[in-house]
């Protein structure tokens, strides 16, 4: 069964620093997103994307953050400087006709 | 505005007992769809349950059993004859089905612990 994977599955890195966490949507899929989940709370959406483009942001997803979809097959959310309040499991999610597919995710610590 | 509750933070239970999980919904869509995701120690998220708000039918799958209300805006959840690894978050979630790619909104969860 075709299923979405994300690298890595845990990510350490310092306050400030850069961080790119990756995502490959299942293959037919069109619709990307990128959910939030800091310990111990709800899953947050952050953002959808279709056609290369953002479809929907929430509030959490300020400049911060950006999504790209390099090469048609990887899908990447990328935080430019870190803060401890990134600290999360992030989620990337694909869907084709109306059901999103979740990922094991990946975890952020920031230090 | 969409918004999920789920007001049951935690919940124990003995093995082999039935135990519903609540949740009630707010939409000012028509159209929608109603999830229920369990999340285990792991930390994935495992996908059981999809429902169109038009099929208000309730819905089987082994030990597992959907309850969705629309008059009350409710979708329960009950696992009957309750087993140790069913020990998890369970999280309620709506979505609104406006568009293909509309965001799922999830309610705070439930945890659950059974019992030996």
């Known amino acids: 069964e075709p299923e979405v994977t994300q690298t890595p599955s845990h990510q350490v890195t310092q306050m400030g620093q850069e961080v790119i966490l990756r995502c490959v949507p299942i293959?037919?899929?069109?619709?990307f997103y990128w959910y939030r989940q800091i310990l111990g709370q709800k899953v947050e959406f952050l953002v959808s994307?279709?056609?290369?483009?953002?479809?929907?942001k929430s509030e959490i997803f300020d400049d911060q953050f950006s999504v790209e979809r390099p090469d048609g097959s990887n899908f990447t959310l990328k935080i430019r400087s870190t803060k401890l309040e990134d600290s999360a499991m992030y989620f990337c999610a694909s869907s084709g006709s109306g059901e999103q597919y979740f990922g094991p995710g990946t975890r952020l610590t920031v230090t | 505005a969409q918004k999920v509750t789920q007001a049951q933070t935690e919940i124990s239970v003995v093995e082999k007992e039935d135990v519903t999980l609540d949740c009630v919904y707010e939409t000012r869509d028509t159209t929608y769809y109603l999830f229920w995701y369990k999340q285990p120690p792991s930390g994935e998220l495992v996908f059981l349950i999809r429902r169109n708000s038009f099929d208000e039918q309730n819905e089987i799958s082994g030990r597992y059993s959907w309850n969705f209300q629309k008059s009350t805006s409710s979708f329960n959840f009950t696992i009957t004859a309750s087993q140790v690894v069913d020990s998890a978050v369970y999280f309620c979630a709506l979505s609104e089905a406006r568009r293909r790619d509309d965001k799922i909104i999830f309610g705070k969860g439930t945890r659950l612990h059974i019992l030996p």
């Open positions: 994307f279709y056609n290369n483009e953002i479809s929907e």
């Open positions: 293959s037919n899929h069109l619709y």
